[in-house]
Structures are given as C-alpha cells and as structure tokens.
C-alpha cells in the first residue's frame, strides 16, 4: 500500500497543479487502507487515474482524479463503472459523488453523471483575531462515558445520520488518542457537543452540534469562542469544515474569525 499511496499523492500534487484546485481525497485513510476502496488505471507503472470509495457506514463516498495529459480518454468513466458495481455489491445505501467547487474536469463529469447537488463542504481557517470573552453561562468540559447516548443522539439529530451509524463512528473516535471530545454545558446543563482533532499540525474542530431546542440563542458562538481562547496559545493553525446547502451557517463562523479557503461541493448519485 506504502507505494501505491506514494503514487496517489504525486499525481495528487500534479493535478492540483495544472487545475489550480485542492483535492479533498482523505490520504490518512488511504495511507492505513482501510475505510476506502482503491480503483486505479496505470500505464508503463505510472498511474494515470485514481477513484476512492470510500466507507461511511451505509454512505459511499466518491471522488477521484485523472492525469491531466490522460484526459478525455474514458479512464475515469472505466474507473466510475467499477466503483458503481462495487457499491451495489456492497450494498450501500446512498453514494455521494464530490469534487471541488472550482474544478472544473470534476464538475462536468459529475453533471454527466445524472447525479444531483446536495450541500457544499466548506474548509475555513481561524485568523488569530482579538477574542471576545465567551459567556459565564457557558462550560466547555471534557466528555465521559455517561455522555455517549447524549453525544449520539445530537449526532443523529444535527447530521440527520441513521443512530447506528452514528454508534460506530462513535465508538471508533473514542479509540482516537488525537481527538478530544467535550460537552458544551449551558448554565450547567449539556446543551450540545465538538471535537478537535490534532492532525498534521494543526487543529480541526468537528462534529460541532448544539441541541435543537437549544439553538438561536448564541450557545454556538459561544462555545466556538471557549475553544478558541483555549487553542490560541497553543501554537498551530485552526481550521474546521461545515457543511451547508447554503452560505448563512458560514456567518456564524466568520464572526469569530473563521475565513473559507476551500469549498467541496457533494452531490447524492441518483440511482443510489
């Protein structure tokens, strides 16, 4: 696998290059094999297309790249068709096709595809702005075992993710030495949950969800701020992803300093 992923990341970087665009293709889960099912093309023992299926419980993720002096040949087309009998092989029960917003080879085959436009990822960076304090009323604690079940179901809630799938992503972070999950409480009760993740030098916030009944009350600007004032000192960048159908959740961020560099559009393959 070491060579194969050595392989993926050089074509990678050529890609990114010549498209001037940043592929989201999850290398950490390439790099361990597992989560994801590799489809290449190669020719004289350079590789010419990649596609990554990749395991999201009952969700198949796809996205993929051609070498740009190889395109408009049908490799990624031969690669796509592979992937699709694999997933129905597999049985899963949604496949979501993404690419960069700005890329333009990724967007046409998608369009191709029938495949229609669920949400857009966006990857956005803290630019180290001057913190305002966050509220007394708010508590950001180190999560316990008793807060598995509340954890779950804002998960399921907030991601609208079938509860058992939500169960094993659950179970396989606790494992995760470079993840730490906290409760965000609200006047000492639980009102919500996030992650930070230590990866590659810096810091990424996730799974950040405040309880439904809860919302709109500033709970969420609150707590972001808490993390902040806590990783400030800590010497990395801050980064974190959102997901959105539109562009009004992203303000929630930005008025604590987040800017987007990066945006992934996803959209669900219609006969899944």
Known sequence: MADTFKK??????ICEQYDQIQLKLNENTI?????VKVFQHTENGQLIGYLGVYDFGMTAEVCG??????RKKGIFTSLFKEAIEFIRETGYNTVLLNAPASSVPGQAFIQKTG????????QMKWNNNELSPPSEKLTLRKSQPADRAFQIDLDADGFSIPREEVEQFFDAEAADESTTSSIIEWEG???GKLRVHLMNDQYWIYGFVVSK???????GRHALLSVL???QYG?????LEVEAENKGPLKLYESCGFEVYHAQDYFKWGRS
């Open 189 to 191: 009760q639980p009102a």
């Open 65 to 70: 790249m051609v070498h740009p002096d190889f």
């Open 213 to 219: 009944e809860l919302r709109g009350i500033g709970i």
């Open 229 to 231: 004032h806590q990783l």
């Open 115 to 122: 495949a229609v436009y669920k949400m857009t990822e966006y």
């Open 8 to 13: 993926i990341t050089e074509l990678k970087a």
């Open 235 to 239: 010497g990395r960048e801050v980064h």
């Open 31 to 35: 790099e361990s094999g597992n989560g």
